[in-house]
């Protein structure tokens, strides 16, 4: 039997970068998943690769950032397995800009997107979690912990995104439900390319973290020992920045 057999694994962004691999490595242990993000397609890949495999997915396409699509969600998920096990946090949005710049309206999607929909989904999915001592995990930033220039507005939402972890996990720790944050730096994925051009710096993927390596600390931390809880893994490259 592997670890997770017939655990149902809700995974955010599960079609690229950290969710994807998160997503693969839960599906390899047995996992029924279902991938949610806004573009089909990447998920129809990630479902299709797992049945191949022999695993069980979904791909279900939502915006994170619209409440009737957060509950049509949620009812879609209650309808097709009766209960989750696990929910991982990884969908996430990032515009760079100064905190004299930046607009705020890309503040308000940053809010929409890495805040209030996790915040959401989280409350829909909490009785089926509770209900299964389950597990949740909120895949955070290093830049949650400690903000940089020009991610300000990122780095705000995270660093809430780390609050609402730590509250959920003082409230739900007595229901035998588990809560993890994770804070990867820089990681090797479309969207980190895209933010290396925004910035104006060559991308080098083989210096930076692998979504394989975010997706192990991850499984490591779900299949401990009921005797154990991880409450916050931080994960950075091992080659620093010349």
Same mark, same amino acid.
């Given at each position: ?15 690229t970068g950290i969710g994807r691999a998160v997503a693969r490595a839960l599906g390899l242990q047995g ?6 993000? /806004? /573009?089909p397609a990447p998920l129809e890949s990630v479902a299709a690769a797992t049945r191949e495999a022999g ?10 950032? /619209?409440?009737?699509? $957060? ?22 949005? @990032? ?81 035998? @439900? ?35 390596? @975010? ?19 931080? $994960?950075?490259?091992? @080659?620093?920045?010349?």
């Open positions: 039997m592997t670890a997770l057999a017939e655990q149902v694994a809700v995974v955010t962004g599960g079609g996992a029924m998943l279902a991938l949610v993000g /806004r /573009r695993g069980q997915a979904r791909a279900y396409p939502a915006d994170l950032g /619209r409440d009737d699509e $957060i509950s049509d969600l949620a009812g879609a998920l209650k309808r097709d397995f009766g209960h989750a096990d696990i929910l991982v946090h990884s969908a996430a949005i @990032v515009r760079p800009g100064t905190v004299a710049d930046a607009p705020g309206e890309d503040f308000d999607l940053h809010y929409r997107i890495n805040l209030r929909g996790p915040y959401l989904l989280t409350q829909a999915l909490l009785p089926m979690i509770r209900a299964r001592q389950g597990q949740i995990v909120f895949i955070n930033s290093s830049v949650g912990l400690t903000a940089r220039a020009q991610v300000g507005q990122y780095a705000a939402t995270k660093h809430a995104l780390k609050a609402i972890a730590d509250s959920l996990r003082e409230e739900v720790n007595r229901d035998g @439900v588990r809560v993890l944050s994770v804070y990867p730096g820089r990681t090797a994925t479309p969207a980190q390319e895209v933010l290396h051009a925004l910035e104006g710096r060559p991308y080098r993927p083989d210096r930076l973290l692998q979504p394989e390596d @975010v997706a192990a600390m991850v499984l490591t931390a779900l299949c401990l020992p009921r005797t154990a809880e991880v409450t916050d893994i931080q $994960i950075r490259p091992m @080659v620093k920045p010349d």
